[in-house]
């Protein structure tokens, strides 16, 4: 079977396993994880001794993703404990729902008829960058196992991502960042602005330097 039959399988698979999304009814939306904190909604710490992180509609991402570790990603969920394993979730990406409704940019053609099965054919992986800039910094590279779940909202398909478990921190303030790996130029469907509505082939950054906190888990009370 070809690279290709072999990637349109797997996203007549993935449709197939269709929940309640993570995100918003846009396409991409939910990127404002990184940099806008949900109202009303907090979730307990790892260091509480609660590995629960919530969604902005109060969504327990960890249970929805069967997710253990702590996770690190929406502002809710920016505590881990030191040297104990983390999970990095990061924005879903969203496509339109067919070839009959999508858009594109000038001088863009899909290799797939369907958006979200052509995301899927060039999606490569991620890599996932702690601390960049500094001397501690690290990179883990990963494939598109990193894709955990499809959902279905308003009718548009969305890949909800998550990392595996990655090696535990020293307490402090630390960054991760992550980057899409693409095989070829992918357009979600939904508009004609490249620089919103594409990934470029190769990779680029996907996330803000996203900071947290790795903190000294406490002790429980005596007595």
Not at 50 to 74: F, K, T, W
């Amino acid at each position: 079977m070809s690279p290709t039959r072999i990637r349109a399988a797997l996203a007549c698979a993935a449709l197939a396993t269709v929940l309640t999304t993570l995100g918003s009814g846009t396409a991409h939306a939910d990127k404002g994880w990184e940099e806008t904190a949900a109202q009303g909604v907090t979730a307990p710490t790892p260091s509480d001794g609660g590995n629960h992180c919530l969604s902005s509609e109060g969504v327990d991402i960890n249970a929805r993703l069967s997710i253990r570790e702590p996770i690190i990603g929406p502002p809710n969920c920016r505590v881990a404990v030191a040297w104990k394993p983390w999970v990095r979730v990061f924005p879903s990406w969203g496509t339109a729902a067919d070839a009959a409704t999508a858009v594109y940019p000038a001088g863009y053609t899909p290799s797939l008829p369907k958006p979200f099965d052509d995301f899927l054919l060039k999606f490569l992986g991620v890599r996932i960058t702690q601390d960049i800039g500094t001397p501690q910094e690290r990179s883990y590279s990963f494939g598109p196992e990193v894709l955990r779940l499809v959902t279905i909202e308003e009718g548009l398909p969305f890949g909800n991502f998550a990392s595996p478990a990655l090696p535990g921190l020293r307490p402090g303030t630390h960054t991760t960042t992550v980057f899409f790996r693409m095989a070829f130029e992918h357009c979600d469907g939904v508009g004609t602005v490249r620089e919103e509505n594409c990934l470029p082939a190769g990779e680029t950054q996907y996330t803000g330097n996203t900071p947290f906190e790795v903190v000294k888990k406490h002790a429980p009370d005596a007595g």
